[in-house]
């Protein structure tokens, strides 16, 4: 057996410091392959966070037919959608951002203040027809960031045989809605169910009620928004909601409402594909109440928006673009709007999609004066957010009054 | 590693011949033990003083998303503690930090010692069941949070119904909704978590202790509380030392069970120090102020394993 001298150690030292160093070059590379302005273009990375079916197949579809249309293969990758922010700023920090990304739309800012993306102008590409809340999430400061295909917002869905049989309305106003809600309440069966949850999914819900109601996220401690959430406060202490919207994600407040255990709910078209599994379940939406009858409902908008980022190679980014411009085409935004139960954001198409699908009816029209999350504070709207969510938080749970809890998380 | 020299040496001194031991310099035998402790200080610069030392760094930078873009982050000096600090969240999160970490702890370490005592004994599947107590242990965080937060939900929870069967409440207790119940409800399903290790760590403790003492002592009289309290309780000391410390340094860091049951809600009921600097950085994406926040936990941590190597240290000087 060899003798394990100095020289061996210090060998194997060296060695040792060299995988090392290999290993952790190999953890930052992500295939940057680097072409020059004048060579061709081959293939596209793409990322986004379509990870689920039927999502996760149709994007695959649509963008490899977008690559073929243009002429190169599309290697795509989609991670978790909690995860999809921390892979975009390792990317940053290690310029291998992808060629084409998909970002939340309430993101987009964000990165976009980063320095990380290409306003799409310098490729020709332009939001004109686009609902506005969209083009505005879209852009920051004046200049247009991203291109969003489709939109969805959420609405009052309600149990059709529960309200014929209790002969109750859908209601479209505040006041409605709570003597509809308190009738709909009867042994183990609330009259509406929310969700009001410690994170983003409690703001969001909550912004219809907010911005309808003349309510903004530039100051909360408003006596609008603390009527907005006044109207919660009382669904909830007089049992017509159940005080678990505290823990509720939207997908149990579905259950819920999928087991009878609420009459109506407030939710998002991405539950007909769930809803409608449950043939005996007969359900319609509506839009949001209004704080008074005539009121126009503002609701917020979700969907994601498509992005060019600074990858420093104007041939691959002129080509990204190519791709963002066919997933936003006219042909495209309808067929996922229709495949994924969500809104054409051309408002031009609208027509012709509600046509096609009258189950879409009432969230077309929401979307027309619907409100993008950014369009006021842009980068700092988490920070509004978690206050919003915050605020709703100690008002239900009965720590403050609304006027209070607002006050007491806008002061933070 | 001091102690790896002297024993280095003799083993040299055997196998080098003597003339090439003459030649060899104590100069020459340092180099090489440096050598030898090289990767293990590569490997501990790397993966540990690294990131300590840029935790530390960003928690005096203006650190958000835009710094991963282009490398600038500004320095702040102690902006970002005094944020964090004065913020309405940080004495919420301070003394539901402590509550939790002592309550979590003081039940799992009952729990499990009364656990591990039991098992001393051998009786009929005592094996089966001992492992079957892994079970917590084994089940990731995320679905034990999950079917935790379906137990304890308000109206159809299984624990409500049970409950309301027994006729121990009339009204449904908010578990996870009310913020007087909520923090405590989260420990709960921290110690039905926790017991398993603290079984474990205590079971193999009382097996070292050797069975003639407890016959010794049970000649002078000595049984049952006695030899719990002269025998069992003082060579049980190392192993309940490593199981505390080993505790308090994870209960501290608990984000994942907090984040499945409750986000930190209701109100800010159950928001500890840990799953608001998780906020801060990966929510928020303020990396400064959520690195602020998480060095004030590592200070508390650090508090406790210096209190654990001077405890051990005692123990050894003894």
């Given at each position: 057996m060899p003798k394990f001298t100095s020289k061996h150690a210090a060998r194997l030292a060296s060695f040792a410091a060299t995988a090392l160093l290999f290993a952790l070059a190999a953890c930052g590379g992500g295939g940057g392959e680097s072409t020059g302005p004048s060579e061709s273009v081959k293939s596209l990375r793409v990322l986004d966070y379509y990870t689920n079916e039927p999502d996760n197949s149709i994007y695959t579809k649509l963008l490899s037919a977008c690559g073929e249309a243009n002429g190169v293969t599309i290697q795509r990758e989609a991670v978790p959608g909690d995860?999809?922010?921390?892979?975009?700023?390792?990317?940053?920090?290690?310029?291998?951002?992808?060629?084409?990304?998909?970002?939340?739309?309430?993101?987009?800012?964000?990165?976009?203040?980063?320095?990380?993306?290409?306003?799409?102008?310098?490729?020709?590409?332009?939001?004109?027809?686009?609902?506005?809340?969209?083009?505005?999430?879209?852009?920051?400061?004046?200049?247009?960031?991203?291109?969003?295909p489709i939109t969805n917002t959420i609405g009052l869905f309600y149990n059709k045989d529960i309200l014929a049989n209790a002969r109750v309305k859908p209601p479209a106003t505040w006041d409605e809605l709570r003597i509809a809600a308190r009738q709909l309440t009867s042994g183990k069966q609330y009259g509406l169910a929310f969700a009001a949850p410690a994170n983003y999914e409690g703001t969001w819900q909550f912004l219809p009620f907010m911005w309808s109601n003349g309510g903004d996220e530039t100051n909360i401690a408003t006596p609008q928004t603390a009527a907005a959430l006044q109207l919660l406060v009382e669904l909830v202490n007089d049992g017509s909601a159940s005080k678990s919207v505290l823990n509720w994600t939207q997908a149990d407040v579905n259950d819920q409402f999928m087991a009878g255990n609420a009459a109506m709910m407030i939710n998002g078209?991405?539950?007909?594909?769930?809803?409608?599994?449950?043939?005996?379940?007969?359900?319609?939406?509506?839009?949001?109440?209004?704080?008074?009858?005539?009121?126009?409902?503002?609701?917020?908008l979700g969907g994601e928006t498509w992005t060019v980022p600074q990858t420093g190679n104007t041939t691959r980014q002129r080509k990204a673009a190519k791709i963002v411009e066919c997933v936003n085409s006219d042909e495209n935004q309808l067929l996922l709007a229709k495949e994924r139960q969500t809104v054409p954001t051309r408002t031009a198409l609208q027509a012709k999609f509600v046509a096609d699908q009258p189950s879409m009816k009432t969230f077309s029209e929401l979307v027309a004066n619907a409100r993008a999350r950014t369009s006021q504070l842009g980068p700092e709207w988490p920070k509004a957010a978690t206050k919003i969510y915050t605020a709703e938080q100690s008002a239900l749970t009965g720590q403050a009054s609304p006027a209070e809890a607002l006050e007491q998380a806008q002061n933070g | 590693m001091a102690s790896l020299g002297p024993a280095g040496s003799v083993v040299q001194i055997v196998a080098v011949p003597a003339a090439r031991?003459?030649?060899?310099?104590?100069?020459?035998?340092?180099?090489?033990?440096?050598?030898?402790?090289?990767?293990?200080?590569?490997?501990?610069?790397?993966?540990?003083?690294y990131p300590i030392v840029k935790n530390v760094v960003m928690g005096f930078q203006h650190y958000?998303?835009?710094?991963?873009?282009?490398?600038?982050?500004?320095?702040?000096?102690?902006?970002?503690?005094?944020?964090?600090?004065?913020?309405?969240?940080?004495?919420?999160?301070?003394?539901?930090?402590?509550?939790?970490?002592?309550?979590?702890?003081?039940?799992?370490?009952?729990?499990?010692?009364?656990?591990?005592?039991?098992?001393?004994?051998?009786?009929?599947l005592s094996g089966v069941l001992r492992s079957l107590l892994l079970l917590p242990w084994l089940i990731p965080l995320i679905v034990s949070s999950a079917v935790w937060r379906w137990l304890l939900d308000e109206d159809n929870g299984a624990v409500n119904q049970v409950l309301r069967t027994l006729n121990l409440v009339s009204d449904n207790p908010g578990w996870l909704t009310s913020p007087s119940l909520a923090l405590t409800a989260v420990i709960i399903v921290n110690i039905w978590i926790g017991v398993p290790f603290y079984t474990t760590i205590l079971y193999g403790g009382l097996q070292d202790i050797?069975?003639?003492?407890?016959?010794?002592?049970?000649?002078?009289g000595a049984t049952g509380w006695k030899a719990f309290q002269h025998i069992t309780w003082p060579l049980l000391r190392p192993a309940v030392n490593v199981v505390l410390v080993l505790g308090v340094v994870y209960t501290l860091k608990m984000i994942d069970i907090i984040l499945g049951l409750t986000r930190g809600g209701p109100a800010n009921a159950t928001q500890t120090i840990a799953t608001q600097s998780y906020h801060l950085s990966f929510v928020e994406f303020d990396f400064g102020q959520g690195a602020a926040m998480g060095n004030i936990l590592i200070a508390i941590s650090l508090v406790f394993a210096i209190f654990y190597l001077r405890a051990s240290r005692r123990a050894v000087d003894q």
């Open positions: 995860t999809l922010i921390q892979r975009v700023l390792q990317q940053s920090s290690s310029k291998t951002l992808p060629d084409v990304l998909m970002l939340d739309n309430p993101d987009l800012q964000q990165i976009a203040a980063t320095g990380a993306l290409t306003p799409l102008d310098e490729f020709g590409l332009s939001a004109e027809g686009y609902a506005n809340g969209v083009v505005d999430a879209s852009s920051y400061r004046g200049k247009l960031y991203g291109l969003q078209p991405w539950q007909f594909p769930v809803l409608n599994q449950d043939k005996s379940l007969h359900y319609d939406v509506v839009p949001i109440p209004a704080p008074k009858a005539g009121a126009t409902v503002v609701a917020p | 031991r003459r030649r060899r310099s104590p100069q020459r035998r340092y180099t090489v033990e440096l050598l030898f402790l090289a990767p293990a200080m590569a490997y501990m610069l790397l993966f540990f003083g958000t998303n835009a710094t991963f873009f282009t490398g600038v982050a500004p320095w702040v000096g102690v902006d970002n503690y005094s944020a964090v600090i004065r913020s309405a969240v940080f004495g919420k999160a301070a003394v539901n930090t402590l509550l939790f970490t002592v309550g979590s702890i003081a039940g799992q370490f009952t729990i499990g010692l009364a656990i591990a005592l039991y098992f001393q004994r051998r009786f009929p050797p069975e003639e003492l407890y016959e010794a002592a049970a000649l002078d």
